[in-house]
């Protein structure tokens, strides 16, 4: 931090660093003012002229994403001047926006709303036709895009251009005619897409996967982190269980970005959008499907199951959480002295990796593990077990080998296995050839903490309510070997 300077905000003396832009230190100081172009990440244009205040000795009012904060500045952002400013930008906002807010997206967190009721409240006076211009065009796979929603703030152009530098969007024509559009020959597809949907401060983008589910008053947030990949980017679960009508009836509605100092203010579309099948083929019972299809208690399942995983080999996943490792760490290592773990990122989870966000590893806490000490083997070397019939007892824990080996060759390989358990939220490809199958939590059913590839802490909340009777992995793993003793 540099020098701290005192300087005046609406009449009261508080003190901020030396050459911070005023709409931030204000914001520091609880006092938030109007903007719509300016973004902490993308620079400060100061187009909008709507974050105006008025500075003592200046002849008129000033932007404030371009004033800096110096000893002795004397602002205020209350006054009538500067309510007065505001109100002739919004109002030239609005010559040409539609007024189609009941069946807006973005109605309910838009700027322009919010900004209105604060700071404009006037009687209209247009009385021409509005401008007219393009209408649900498909930006991209993930992004529609609404010209005549949109007021220029250029948020998103400056986002393709700076921070993916792959300059899909721009600002094409002049004057009333003036108008984002998509760049010829090009789509809106690059791996950081969604994020011009957070910082479009209007209805103008908005999310494909989103549009028309439900109405964001109706949706609860918890702060999380998400389990795409090993970077560990803050994101904020939306879910919807108001109204489990709407949202197709799926409990998580969207996910969002969470300013960290891991992830800034982005997050990539493979963690946006990756929660789609979060409760596809859920597990909600405890069952023992062999010989005959039983449903049993958790005591009742870990009183039977606990004596008869001596000699078992245990398959894993990244997905764990540290609280997670450590119990399974005191089941399968130190009670059990397994020998014989497997949870390294084989190709079913090694993906992209850029100079952005995105990891290979695509799981989010092998760091996890490695910090207890533990080691993986070679799923070739399971394989070559499995073939010779070497395995009498395999425990897989939320992990698809149909996804390591092929369905087919996996299915072939798990048939031979004497006794097979399988652990975790959904039932995956090869759930039905188990012998138990315990349900276990989903990452936004639970609390914990992750460690990312850098060795960071990464702690994440509770979004939702488990399913049927699942518990936390750790609690199962405590189970079991509580029943051992």
């Known amino acids: 931090m540099g020098k701290l300077v005192k300087y005046r905000l609406n ?23 109007a903007h ?22 200046a002849p008129k009012p000033m932007p404030s994403c371009r004033l800096p904060v110096k000893e002795g500045l004397d602002v205020r952002t209350d006054t009538d001047a500067v309510k007065r400013a ?23 967190e838009c700027g322009l709303q919010d900004y209105y009721m604060k700071v404009g409240r006037y009687p209209s006076r247009a009385r021409e036709d509005k401008e007219h211009k393009g209408k649900r065009i498909e930006a991209g796979p993930h992004v529609m895009l609404d010209q005549e929603r949109c007021i220029l703030c250029t948020r998103c152009t400056r986002f393709v251009d700076q921070v993916t530098k792959t300059h899909e969007l721009g600002i094409f024509s002049r004057g009333h005619q003036e108008r984002v559009e998509v760049a010829p ?72 970005p969470r300013w960290s100092e891991v992830n800034g203010h982005w997050m990539c579309d493979d963690g946006r959008y990756g929660f789609a099948n979060l409760d596809t083929d859920r597990l909600g019972k405890v069952l023992r499907l062999r010989p005959e299809r039983v449903e049993l208690s958790w005591v009742d399942m870990a009183e039977e199951l606990a004596g008869r995983l001596d000699g078992v080999k245990v398959v894993a996943s990244g997905m764990l959480s540290n609280e997670d490792w450590a119990a399974f760490k005191a089941l399968f290592v130190d009670t059990l002295t397994v020998q014989d773990l497997y949870f390294s990122a084989e190709p079913d989870q090694i993906g992209a990796e850029d100079d952005l966000l995105r990891k290979k590893e695509k799981v989010p806490n092998l760091k996890g593990a490695e910090a207890l000490g533990l080691k993986s083997g070679s799923f070739d070397r399971l394989a070559e077990d499995l073939e010779a019939g070497k395995v009498r007892c395999l425990y897989v824990i939320e992990r698809d080998l149909a996804k390591v080996w092929g369905e087919a060759r996996a299915r072939a390989l798990l048939t031979q296995v004497p006794l097979l358990v399988f652990q975790g939220p959904n039932k995956g490809a090869l759930g039905d050839l188990a012998h138990y199958r315990l349900p276990a939590t989903a990452y936004v059913e639970e609390e914990g903490c992750f460690t990312n ?20 992995d750790w609690e199962i793993f405590k189970l079991l070997q509580e029943a051992r003793s």
């Open 453 to 472: 590839f850098e060795g960071n802490r990464r702690p994440y909340r509770k979004a939702l309510e488990p399913i049927g009777c699942a518990r936390p």
């Open 86 to 108: 505001q109100a002739g930008v919004l109002e030239l906002h609005l010559v040409n926006h539609p007024l189609d807010c009941p069946v807006c997206d973005q109605s309910g």
């Open 11 to 33: 009449g009261r003396e508080v003190e901020a660093e030396e050459g911070r832009l005023v709409i931030d230190a204000a914001k520091d100081a609880g006092v938030e003012i």
């Open 185 to 256: 020959g090009m789509t809106l597809d690059n791996a950081y897409s969604g994020n011009v949907v957070d910082i479009c401060p209007v209805g103008a983008l908005t999310d494909r996967d989103f549009r028309y589910k439900v109405r964001v008053w109706y949706l609860d947030h918890a702060d999380s982190i998400c389990p795409g990949c090993s970077r560990g980017c803050g994101i904020s679960v939306h879910t919807s269980t108001k109204r489990p009508w709407h949202n197709e009836g799926r409990r998580v509605a969207r996910l969002k």
């Open 36 to 57: 719509y172009c300016y973004h902490p990440a993308l620079g400060n244009p100061g187009n909008c002229r709507l974050c105006v205040v008025e500075v003592a000795g």
